[in-house]
């Protein structure tokens, strides 16, 4: 028995084939190029997130005290000055500012606290790295452990500080400290001191 050979069903198979290897090699290119998408997001999510609020397990040493509210440290091999999250001090004397009153022994007290330490930095999502001079915006752990901000708040060498009305995360806690400098009259609250006031009587 002869059988007789169609062409255009040979042809139509052929095409068929054809168009469905082409599918399944361009789905595979699209699922890798979804793979690679996905990675370089995680990538970038990874490098850009905001900073922890965990603070650091990493300690650095104190240098040198500038003032009540400021130090320098050794960051990563570099001396660095740190800005205290949060907190502010009357100014001690110097070239370019005026004394305030407590400003000497703000400065006395937090080199009684910090020299010679090694501390560790938080830093707060809601607020810099750095400030506008440059120097680090952390909270700031002695030996890791100790609150900074508020052992000199609640002591009364400290104001709470918020900066141009920035809210951070610990802003409550600080100023829950302040108040209870205030009530118990310690530092910078004393009649016997300032008062309150920075200007020097």
């Known amino acids: 028995m002869k059988i007789k050979f ?37 990538n970038f999510a990874s490098q850009n997130s905001a900073p922890k609020t965990q603070n650091s397990k990493k300690l650095y040493e104190v240098l040198e005290v500038i003032d009540g509210d400021t130090f320098k440290i050794n ?3 570099q001396k660095k000055s740190v800005r205290i999250l949060g907190m502010n001090t009357p100014e001690k004397s110097g070239p370019y500012r005026t004394r305030e009153c407590f400003g000497e022994e703000a400065t006395k007290k937090a080199k009684e606290i910090l020299s010679g330490k090694k501390i560790s930095l938080e830093f707060d999502p809601s607020q810099p790295k750095f400030d506008k001079f440059g120097r680090i915006l952390a909270y700031v752990y002695v030996d890791g452990k100790v609150d900074f901000e508020e052992e000199m708040i609640k002591q009364g060498y400290a104001y709470e500080y918020t900066y ?17 400098a205030e009530k118990n009259l310690l530092g910078l609250w004393s009649p016997k001191t300032c008062n309150g006031q920075r200007e020097l009587k």
Do not use: P
């Open 6 to 42: 169609n062409w255009k069903i040979l042809l139509s198979i052929i095409l068929i084939s054809v168009a469905f290897g082409y599918f399944l090699a361009l789905s595979g290119n699209e699922i890798k190029k979804s793979d690679l998408y996905q990675e370089k997001g995680r």
């Open 75 to 77: 960051y990563n091999g």
């Open 164 to 180: 141009h009305g920035h809210k951070y995360r610990k802003q409550e806690k600080y100023k829950e400290a302040q108040k209870y």
